[in-house]
């Protein structure tokens, strides 16, 4: 039993093209956030942007993440899983294309809007897939996903710096919408080999819409937690190519150091995946917010090593986002109760994580240098930390 939970041993046919189509969808999930960080510095000077109006380009599509996953299980009882993924991969996709080629900032803003509506509502979805399809694997299963997402997110941090110096800022950013049409290939197949389970299509279209746990104690400590993780994600995703370009590192090897955290952030994830699996998580849980902790005071420290501090920051942060996406899950006992607590949980989390890339970009505008902001990510980390302490999960959850 513990084998089947933890590997891909005993999968179906069926169940590997859902998790291959799983994978092919997260990746294309993160480069339109992602590749905005190493391209910021030439859209602030293209655009004449203030580094809190250019935080906009991340922080937009976290509110919306906040703002539609509510929304997000209504629309899939009403239309239908399939119809609605593949809306917001086609969103998604589109969104991009226009935004690399916008010439001005209020085409520029109003793409990004698109961007991230079609990333909140694919991403909003597959609590409710994966409960309903691999309800015995969740945790090995959001780890999978959660190692794709991450790795879209290397790819984009990776190699955008190096097209941008090649190509300019456009090309660098707008070529990933080519993952978002792999994506949309993929689940088209799971639709053409009617993939998708039953179990996912009845409570997709038949389950009656149900109140969020809004009086559930532990389902608002999940959230605060999911925002800690978040604020410090896309934060450090907004800002760390560009403050070490402010430092004096060409723009491809700042890029490389975004990579090593979003490469360190992917690492970690199926490792806590697969050696979690008890339904109480707090001792990993701490765990991964104390070692992102100790990385984070280490890039807030001027001339500190960031070939050390920045994937040490990613592995903890990995682990915990793998974690809190997985803690909705070890509290219920249904795909739509699964996803109204992933609807609550992405809610509130994203909501408090767009201020992360703001606040930072706000104090670079005040006093001229990261470093304050940095500071303010180490106290965040602490009090993540100070929160996975409450996450016993709940005996009888909905």
């Not at 690492?267 to 990385?295: E, K, N, Q």
């Not at 050390?308 to 592995?315: G, I, K």
């Not at 699964?338 to 909501?351: I, P």
Request: with cysteine.
């Amino acid at each position: 039993m513990k084998n089947s939970q933890g590997t891909l041993a005993g999968f179906s046919k069926t169940e590997w093209w859902l998790v291959l189509a799983i994978v092919l969808v997260a990746i294309g999930l993160r480069p339109g956030i992602v590749s905005m960080g190493p391209a910021l510095p030439a859209i602030i000077d293209a655009f004449q942007l203030s580094h809190a109006m250019a935080s906009m380009m991340t922080a937009i599509p976290d509110v919306l993440m906040g703002a539609l996953a509510l929304p997000t299980p209504w629309l899939v009882r009403r239309f239908g899983v399939n119809n609605v993924l593949m809306f917001a991969l086609s969103v998604l996709s589109l969104s991009m294309l226009v935004r690399a080629y916008s010439a001005g900032s209020g085409l520029l803003m109003t793409s990004t809007v698109g961007v991230g509506a079609g990333i909140a509502v694919a991403g909003a979805m597959f609590a409710g897939i994966v409960k309903a399809s691999f309800a015995n694997r969740a945790a090995f299963i959001m780890g999978i996903y959660a190692t794709a997402l991450s790795l879209g997110s290397t790819l984009s941090a990776g190699l955008t710096g190096w097209i941008l110096q090649a190509a300019g800022w456009r090309v660098a950013t707008g070529l990933w919408t080519v993952l978002g049409v792999i994506a949309m290939v993929a689940w088209w197949q799971v639709i053409r080999k009617s993939v998708t389970t039953r179990a996912v299509n009845v409570t997709s279209t038949q389950a009656a819409p149900s109140r969020l746990p809004l009086r559930t104690p532990v389902a608002w400590m999940i959230a605060l937690f999911f925002a800690c993780v978040n604020f410090l994600f896309y934060a450090i995703l907004t800002w760390t190519a560009a403050m070490y370009q402010e430092s004096g590192m060409p723009a491809a090897e700042a890029g490389a150091v975004l990579a090593s955290f979003t490469f360190c952030f992917m690492l970690a994830s199926p490792v806590v995946g697969m050696y979690s699996r008890h339904p109480d998580r707090r001792g990993w849980l701490a765990g991964c917010a104390l070692v992102s902790t100790i990385g984070l005071a280490g890039m807030a420290t001027p001339g500190a090593w960031p070939w050390l501090w920045v994937p040490l920051t990613a592995f903890g942060l990995g682990g915990a986002f793998t974690l809190a996406m997985t803690l909705p899950l070890d509290n219920t006992h249904t795909p739509d109760a699964a996803n109204r607590w992933n609807a609550f949980v992405l809610t509130v989390g994203y909501l408090i994580a767009a201020c992360g890339p703001f606040i930072v970009g706000r104090m670079r505008d005040v006093s001229g240098h990261f470093e304050g902001g940095f500071q303010l990510l180490c106290l965040v980390s602490c009090l993540m930390f100070l929160l996975a302490f409450t996450l016993k999960p709940g005996q009888a959850a909905g």
